[in-house]
């Protein structure tokens, strides 16, 4: 089940978002019923979020906080169940950084839910080999949706 709150007071395409992550779990085959919570909050919410969990300053633009620990499975394994976890974007972040990252605030802001659930599922970004692997999926994953929305 993929749950969504929208708290930052900015309009967001929610639907399109749910859309968007059960999207991702079926193509990483991640069970339909695993549990999974996207939160959209203000700035101040976020930096207050990023210096509690992550002990940094200011507002960013996604955090990750995993609940059970699932992972992709293997090719003959079944589909993980469980609690994926939560997903926190702070849209106000990503509408400011999305012409950096040649994207739309709309891109933006579904790169970024791709890339929160991805940590959701153990891929990390602090290593260089990590970041080529993550990075890669990361694009895969939003070129597939691109592709699959129109």
């Not at 999974?36 to 207050?48: G, Q, R, Y």
């Not at 939560?86 to 709309?106: F, K, Y």
Request: hydrophobic fraction near 45%.
């Amino acid at each position: 089940m993929i749950d969504i709150n929208n708290e930052s007071g900015i309009p967001a395409d929610e639907q399109d978002l749910v859309r968007l992550a059960g999207f991702v779990l079926r193509t990483l085959r991640i069970h339909a019923q695993a549990d999974l919570s996207i939160l959209l909050v203000d700035e101040a919410t976020m930096a207050s979020y990023n210096t509690e969990f992550m002990d940094h300053t200011g507002p960013t633009d996604v955090l990750s906080f995993p609940m059970d620990e699932l992972r992709l499975p293997a090719a003959d394994e079944p589909p993980p169940r469980g609690m994926l976890g939560d997903v926190v974007l702070c849209p106000a972040v990503t509408a400011r950084q999305a012409a950096e990252n040649g994207r739309n605030p709309r891109q933006e802001a579904e790169y970024l839910l791709i890339h929160g659930i991805l940590h959701l599922l153990g891929y990390d970004h602090a290593a260089p080999a990590e970041k080529a692997v993550m990075f890669a999926m990361n694009d895969r994953l939003a070129a597939a949706w691109a592709a699959a929305r129109h």
